[in-house]
């Protein structure tokens, strides 16, 4: 897990396979200037000198067009929708993260009064979207120190759900058409708390996929399609403390050995002050 602090940076997270300074806020990490696949000016697809065009008339071709639909060059893949998941600890903030930061449409995460939590589909909060999630759904899921949350986007339908522990939200209509860029970045302002266990999915999960995460895995181990915690590349901005969950620091045996006298044990923790070019496997 990680402990952010509000007023010492966020973090990034992304595949390790991924490049995030490939993306710019303008341009999003899917679209090229170099070349178009409508033209280029070095061969014109319309127009040769070298070959007659008696046999060949220079408006078609049948061995090769002039564009492709296996290799778009401006528009990203379509996507179903998607969905994140992850646990945290905080005692009050307003922004959680950002979904694809560098993409045109940024989605942003974040908490709100009395357990609700607000979505946000553009730079400028034009766009938000309330959800409440207080209806007891899986009375089976027993409490734990963590905050779990997962949020489901159906593109095709075009709404969205919250999920919160045992409880869920109603679906709701988003104000504008959401289709996800795939951008795999998750990025977090920074906050006063811990977090772990991020995932990213590129699709809506089903409620019994949702079940599983909030139970740490009930039905079978889960890993997210489009980012993974348990293969994860990160990139904080000032400091962070990467450390053993709570789960883990409590099954910790006891020592029994006494300290002696004018003598301090040693520091089995130190904070981490790495820089944004910097990336590390957890």
Avoid: H
């Avoid at 995460?109 to 959800?131: E, I, K, N, P």
């Avoid at 999915?201 to 740490?216: A, G, I, K």
């Amino acid at each position: 897990m990680f402990t952010l602090s509000r007023d010492r940076g966020g973090i990034s997270f992304y595949p390790p396979y991924y490049d995030p300074s490939s993306s710019t806020t303008n341009r999003p990490y899917y679209y090229t200037t170099n070349r178009p696949y409508y033209y280029t000016t070095n061969r014109p697809y319309y127009y040769t000198t070298n070959r007659p065009t008696t046999k060949r008339p220079y408006y078609t071709t049948t061995n090769r067009p002039y564009y492709t639909t296996n290799r778009p060059w401006t528009t990203a893949p379509a996507t179903r929708g998607v969905s994140v998941c992850l646990r945290y600890l905080a005692e009050s903030f307003s922004s959680l993260f950002t979904l694809s930061p560098s993409s045109r449409v940024p989605l942003q995460f974040g908490v709100g009064d009395a357990g609700s939590y607000v979505m946000t589909f553009t730079r400028y909060s034009y766009y938000s979207q309330y959800f409440r999630p207080n209806i007891k759904f899986w009375p089976n899921i027993r409490p734990d120190i963590w905050n779990r949350v997962c949020f489901t986007v159906d593109s095709m339908k075009n709404v969205a759900q919250v999920f919160s522990g045992s409880n869920i939200s109603i679906r709701k209509r988003l104000p504008l058409q959401y289709v996800w860029s795939g951008e795999p970045v998750m990025d977090f302002s920074g906050f006063d708390g811990q977090l772990t266990d991020v995932q990213i999915w590129d699709y809506p999960l089903s409620y019994r996929e949702v079940f599983n995460y909030m139970t740490s895995g009930f039905y079978a181990p889960y890993q997210g399609s489009a980012l993974s915690w348990s293969y994860i590349s990160y990139s904080p901005r000032g400091d962070a403390l990467l450390e053993d969950t709570f789960e883990l620091l409590g099954r910790q045996p006891i020592s029994n050995r006494r300290r002696k006298k004018g003598r301090w044990p040693k520091k089995t923790r130190k904070f981490y002050n790495v820089w944004e070019s910097k990336r590390e496997q957890l």
